[in-house]
């Protein structure tokens, strides 16, 4: 396994290459979320690149750029089994002191985390671009995990003409069904019980759907009273959108996304469910 630090390095070993490759961008510290999407990368192609930063862009001032957990010795010896390029970048590599370019993904992101996390999604946009640009990937895996940005992503692939198959791969859960992320480290000891609170209420709008429940204010309502009851968790939005648009839907058109932000104690966790 190659590690590229440099944006020179990186496109080098693209330069030299045959074969398909697949492309699993991370911010590290990475977990069997990743790993399965790096595993699903591994059975589709013949080469395989994994980058791994923490990009700053998409973090607001009050978010946790800095604490972001980081943990490069573990996350490259995950890594060397599966893969045959880690591309480390450094911030002043990838963001010179005279950057200027930006890469807009207009309506997708103006919902959902785009709404409360402004300038969130321009970080993603501009940093996957550039990625996209340096590694050249054949086929780019992301989280299902993360549904806005994986249809953001799409969007963006499609508009500007990338030449690129994006792959969206299912969400990795606990036993206890807590999704898998690199955040659930800042979850103390009791918060880790309640944080299973989000998916159980992504199960309690699947049970309500499924007994024909077709009012979506009915869902929401019933799902916000639910994690209203654990003490922990601060509601940021609760939403049932249509799967394509991620608008608001007032009664249950299938598919839909049921997706969420809670936060558990200081930590903000999002989860989400499609709805078929
Ligand atoms: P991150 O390091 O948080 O930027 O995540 C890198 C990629 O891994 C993104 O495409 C995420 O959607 C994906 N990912 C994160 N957590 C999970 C999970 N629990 N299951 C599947 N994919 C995940």
Redesign the pocket.
Known sequence: MKVAKTIAEMREFRQETEGTLGF???????????M??VKMAREENQVVAVSIFVNPMQFGPREDFKSYPRDTRRDLALLEPLTDIVFMPSDKDMYPRDYDSWVEVKGLTDVLEGAVRPGHFLGVTTVVAKLFNVVQPDKA??????AQ??AVIKKMVKDLNMNLEVVT?????EKDGL?????NTYLKRGQRQAATVLYKALMLAEELVSRGENDAGAIRLEMKEFIEKEPEANIEYISIADNATLREIHHIKLPALVSMAVKIGKTRLIDNIVLE
Do not use: I
């Not at 699993?24 to 990743?34: A, E, I, R």
């Not at 791969?169 to 859960?173: F, I, K, N, Q, V």
């Not at 999704?179 to 955040?183: G, K, L, N």
């Open positions: 699993v961008p991370t911010m590290g510290y990475l977990h069997d979320g990743h399965s999407l895996y992301f989280g299902q995990k993360d940005q994986v791969c299912p969400t990795l859960r999704a898998m992320s690199s955040r």
